[in-house]
């Protein structure tokens, strides 16, 4: 008797084929439902319906139509078990050698503008998720097969073994099946949860693709793969690489990092510097060869080896810029093609375009053992109309501006973070020191004689005034801090005797 395979798909891409191949080249009697029976139908080939199969028509539109014995009798037989053999043959089950299926396009669904909660429930497949575990669960005994990809290896396996697979092969189609259904239960979870409730869910899965592997981690020793979320290409996988080498684990971190600072900024040409992800340079100008210039220059020691992110895309003017010395990585909304023509000059500098920089994680995960850690991303967005003035001296509109660059900025420097900036440029930045003191010195240090009459943003309040009167002593002239300390009063009081401005935003930005 010709063995039986079931083919039930979503995704249809290469089913024709491969049941072909079945049919003509392997002796297979196909059964099918639906769409795909009507595929393979139109292509010539000979098929059975389920419902004629089963003897049961498809009932509720099409909600049940596999969820039936004789179809899930016949993909979990042990055929080394006599009592299951027997019950196959007591019913009229016949055993089923292969199972084709991918499930509804759920995640597709759920990004389309619009769509609303009972268009995205109606995509959560039930039949599908059954027979794939069910499957998967009897490798020993058929081959299941949930992705075209694997269409062409199952083939190729039954010519090299005289029309069936082995063992190995069908442990890896397996874990493939378990794994798709455990992202897709993921994506309807994660779903549902931001439709259901506000908090943070009970149960939290995180769940990806591999889309390649990177030659290692932050260090040699470090294996390290790169992984998409969900079936749409988003972030940093949706980006075009023009050119260069391919991107490592650290590259791809600090570009997240870049790309976090350049969304704070959508009105004016803007660019950032990162090393080691955290901002070496910012700024902003009235064209992007202007503020690459400015954020380069902010700290040109450190900007050598760094990933640059621009907010506009590459022209022919900031492109010869970049070409003048040695960085990483960089990436911008598009890039010109003469632009193009002058970076291949660096054929090994990495340049991508993603065309949304402003788009990023909703929450953010942190490994501890024995867990993990999960908060809401901080993608607040500045409101200086809920800051407080609280020095006798009033900022100009000029230094309100200024204000609000550097506390976009400080927000993305890791903690103790001091950032001084003037002219919509970062001239120093102190970066996770274990107190504060110690970053405002080193933003200071690095500012020079720059810091006369510019701004300092602290990310956390100043719990002394020490710190005030050190940037004061240096030349600056206004401050923005969050608040919050119980001795706010003092550091309030030494900028009215220094004749300083000083703005809490009630507002705390730690980032570790």
């Given amino acids: 008797m010709a063995r039986l395979a079931l083919l039930s798909v979503s995704n249809k891409i290469g089913i024709v084929d491969l049941a072909r191949c079945l049919v003509e080249e392997f002796d297979f009697e196909l059964i099918s439902s639906g769409g795909t029976a009507q595929i393979l139908k139109d292509?010539?080939?000979?098929?059975?319906?389920?419902?004629?199969?089963?003897?049961?028509?498809?009932?509720?539109?099409?909600?049940?139509?596999?969820?039936?014995?004789?179809?899930?009798?016949?993909?979990?037989?042990?055929r080394d078990v006599s009592e299951d053999l027997t019950d196959l043959e007591n019913n009229q089950?016949?055993?089923?050698?292969?199972?084709?299926?991918?499930?509804?396009?759920?995640?597709?669904?759920?990004?389309?503008?619009?769509?609303?909660?009972?268009?995205?429930?109606?995509?959560?497949d039930i039949g599908g998720p059954a027979m794939l575990r069910a499957a998967s669960k009897n490798f020993t005994h058929l081959t299941m097969l949930c992705d075209p990809a694997y269409y062409g290896e199952y083939l190729q396996e039954l010519r090299q073994n005289k029309g069936t697979t082995s063992l190995q092969f069908?442990?890896?189609?397996?874990?493939?099946?378990?794994?798709?259904?455990?992202?897709?239960?993921?994506?309807?979870?994660?779903?549902?949860?931001?439709?259901?409730?506000?908090?943070?869910?009970?149960?939290?899965?995180?769940?990806?693709?591999?889309?390649q592997s990177l030659r290692y981690g932050e260090n040699p020793h470090q294996p390290a793969a790169w992984y998409q979320t969900g079936t749409t290409t988003t972030g940093w996988a949706a980006a075009t690489k023009l050119q260069g080498k391919e991107l490592s684990y650290n590259n791809l971190v600090d570009l997240e990092a870049a790309r976090s600072i350049i969304a704070e900024f959508t009105d004016t040409p803007a660019a950032t510097v990162i090393k080691h992800t955290n901002p070496c340079g910012v700024a902003v100008g009235s064209t992007l060869v202007e503020a690459y210039q400015k954020a380069f220059n902010a700290d040109s020691v450190s900007a050598f080896g760094g990933i640059v992110a621009l907010n506009r895309p590459i022209d022919a003017a900031t492109a010869q810029e970049l070409t003048k010395t040695f960085l990483e990585c960089v990436v911008a909304p598009g890039c010109e093609t003469q632009a193009q023509e002058i970076l291949a000059a660096k054929s090994k500098l990495r340049i991508l375009t993603l065309a949304d920089l402003t788009t990023g994680p909703k929450e953010t995960v942190k490994a501890i053992a024995g867990g993990f850690l999960l908060q809401a991303a901080d993608d607040l967005m500045a409101d200086t109309s809920k800051w407080q003035v609280v020095t006798e001296r009033q900022p100009t509109f000029e230094e309100l501006a200024e204000l609000l660059f550097a506390w976009r900025v400080c927000?993305?420097?890791?903690?103790?973070?001091?950032?001084?900036?003037?002219?919509?440029?970062?001239?120093?930045v102190g970066a996770g020191q274990m107190n504060r003191v110690g970053s405002v010195k080193i933003a200071l240090e690095q500012a020079g004689t720059k810091a006369q009459g510019a701004i300092l943003a602290s990310d956390g309040f100043f719990p002394f005034d020490d710190s005030v009167k050190t940037a004061a002593d240096a030349g600056i002239t206004a401050i923005v801090q969050p608040g919050g300390s119980l001795r706010d009063q003092d550091s309030i009081k030494a900028a009215n005797q220094l004749g300083l401005v000083m703005v809490l935003t009630g507002v705390r930005h730690f980032l570790h």
Avoid at 93 to 106: A, G, S
Avoid at 176 to 203: C, M, N, R, V
């Fill in 411 to 428: 927000k993305h420097v890791k903690s103790n973070a001091i950032v001084i900036t003037n002219h919509g440029t970062t001239l120093g």
């Fill in 43 to 78: 292509g010539g080939l000979p098929v059975t319906k389920v419902a004629d199969y089963t003897g049961s028509p498809e009932i509720l539109g099409g909600r049940v139509k596999t969820l039936h014995p004789r179809i899930h009798g016949g993909i979990l037989a042990r």
């Fill in 93 to 124: 089950i016949r055993p089923i050698d292969l199972v084709v299926v991918n499930l509804y396009p759920f995640e597709e669904t759920i990004t389309k503008p619009g769509v609303t909660l009972s268009e995205a429930v109606e995509q959560i």
């Fill in 170 to 211: 069908r442990q890896k189609c397996a874990l493939k099946g378990f794994s798709h259904t455990a992202s897709y239960d993921q994506a309807i979870a994660a779903y549902l949860s931001k439709e259901f409730q506000d908090t943070l869910p009970q149960q939290y899965h995180l769940s990806g693709g591999q889309l």
